[in-house]
């Protein structure tokens, strides 16, 4: 059984975006899917997020497990994927950050746990970044970042903003992230 872990980011919901939509997709492809509502995600901890993700994940986080996160989501999933026990199938991260170097509060206790990018390397089959060349929150040279110190793939989609209902009412799908999952060979 292939599973997937789809992860939303701060002050969102698995109501958000695409995010329903994208559970429905990965159900009709035969996966197992869990959209979890994080917790205190108008201050989020990546500690407390990954610590709730790991005590309540309704299946196990291992190789039949591919992490889909979004915004503050993508960094999470980095960080289950870094304190993965065992290797997952796969890692796909939308708007990926590194740091709250834009100093946006409702991220100013994210960071609670540093990164160690060898280990999320080891511990995860495929990486794949998604992201857009004027994203507004997220500036394309710290998704570059994690991508290259991860030793991953990066794909710009140009004129995407945050992938998300700011940027088009359109957002509540998002056929393009399943399309780049297949032509990466990440689904």
């Known amino acids: ?97 590194h740091d709250n170097s834009l100093n946006w509060s409702p991220n100013s206790k994210l960071f609670d746990i540093s990164f160690d990018f060898e280990a999320i390397q080891r511990n995860t089959h495929k990486i794949l970044f998604v992201h857009s060349d004027n994203d507004p929150y997220v500036p394309l040279d710290q998704a570059r970042y994690v991508a290259d110190t991860c030793q991953a793939k990066i794909v710009i989609i140009p004129g995407q903003g945050h992938f998300n209902l700011e940027q088009s009412p359109t957002y509540t799908q998002f056929p393009k992230l399943i399309e780049t999952m297949e032509q990466q060979h990440n689904l």
Request: charge should be positive; glycine fraction near 10%; aromatic fraction near 10%.
């Open 1 to 97: 059984m292939k599973r997937a872990v789809i992860l939303h980011g701060t002050l969102g919901s698995p109501e958000g975006n695409w995010f329903r939509w994208l559970e429905s997709e990965l159900k009709k492809r035969g996966y197992e899917v869990w959209l979890p509502t994080l917790p205190h995600t108008e201050q989020p901890s990546l500690r407390v997020m990954s610590d709730f993700v790991y005590k309540n994940a309704p299946f196990p986080l291992d190789g039949t497990t591919l992490l889909i996160g979004h915004s503050s989501g993508a960094i999470l999933a980095l960080i289950i994927a870094q304190q993965s026990k065992t290797p997952l199938a796969g890692l796909v991260g939308v708007s990926v950050f």
